[in-house]
């Protein structure tokens, strides 16, 4: 992106204006000058949309960056790729953070349909049964409204895609499998927190009941698409995106500075950030709970 004129960034959680602020500043900061940024943000409230442009918009101006939010008010699943208006000339990257995992489970509820609200009308997005799974993976998962998302988002051409996902097996079937997961993987989240937060923090019970712990009554709980929790390890989303079209790309060694030095500024001792394959994982102790990898949907020499 360095020397590009116009980039855009889809960002499929857009709730959180914090990192774009530094994106912001950074730009600002390019000798050459900073490129036209377009920032469009996917959530399903408006309001939080609609603060996130007020933020945004104030600090390019302070910064005199030029600036454009494209806010898209839907639900992940629901999403048509022509509303991210993505332009021929636009230096494209998307981010996507705990959101991918949300597609699986609509699968339960359109066993049969084609999920075509996903589809770029230029039809490059669907094709993906016509594109072979990678040999390396030893995965394939079955055709799914994922599968048909990520094949619309290469139809795009976007030059990285970044993806964090909770590195947990979730998504199993039987609940004896589902329950034995989720209570390893909670247990290291609830005790990163039981370290970082003090117990009488309101934020933290906020955290604990509200966020970790529907997270475990849905898995636990739901089935068929009231099941949204449906968590994956990298090796699953590698062999999806590789099956949409997508070769990982490796996060920089200065990307894993930059992550360590993060998770030491937590302010305790049991984060660890691990590099593998090009890919960062978040641990707890040795218990990796979260994964970010980057991928490129086409070649740019």
């Not at 600002?28 to 442009?53: S, W, Y």
């Not at 995965?139 to 993806?163: H, N």
């Not at 079937?173 to 609830?190: C, G, H, Q, S």
């Not at 490796?250 to 030491?264: C, F, I, K, M």
Request: glycine fraction near 8%; charge should be negative; aromatic fraction near 6%.
């Amino acid at each position: 992106m360095e020397s590009e004129k116009i980039v855009h960034v889809v960002d499929l959680g857009g709730a959180d204006a914090t990192q774009w602020l530094e994106l912001l500043h950074l730009l600002a900061a390019r000798p050459e000058g900073p490129p036209h940024l377009r920032l469009t943000a996917v959530h399903e409230h408006r309001d939080v949309l609609t603060q996130t442009a007020m933020v945004l918009t104030k600090e390019a101006e302070r910064l005199d960056v030029p600036f454009q939010f494209n806010p898209v008010v839907s639900r992940l699943e629901a999403l048509d790729v022509e509303s991210l208006r993505v332009k021929t000339g636009e230096a494209l990257a998307v981010t996507s953070s705990l959101q991918l995992h949300c597609l699986l489970a609509s699968d339960d509820d359109s066993s049969g349909k084609d999920g075509h609200h996903h589809q770029s009308s230029n039809g490059k997005g669907g094709d993906t049964n016509k594109r072979p799974r990678s040999p390396e993976s030893g995965v394939s998962p079955s055709t799914s409204r994922a599968d048909a998302f990520l094949g619309a988002l290469w139809g795009l051409s976007p030059k990285v895609v970044v993806v964090t996902e909770q590195e947990a097996s979730h998504n199993a079937a039987p609940l004896t499998e589902r329950f034995v997961e989720a209570l390893n993987y909670y247990a290291a989240l609830f005790d990163c927190l039981e370290s970082a937060a003090p117990r009488g923090s309101v934020e933290r019970a906020r955290v604990e009941r509200w966020l970790l712990g529907e997270e475990v009554k849905n898995i636990v709980a739901c089935d068929g698409a009231d099941r949204r929790e449906r968590h994956e390890r990298l090796d699953r989303w590698a062999a999806r995106m590789e099956g949409a079209g997508f070769a990982r790309v490796p996060l920089s060694y200065y990307a894993l500075l930059q992550a360590r030095r993060a998770a030491q500024g937590l302010g305790c001792d049991g984060f660890k950030v691990r590099e593998e394959k090009g890919a960062f994982f978040l641990c707890w102790q040795d218990r990796a709970i979260f994964s970010v990898s980057a991928w490129r949907g086409r070649r740019f020499d």
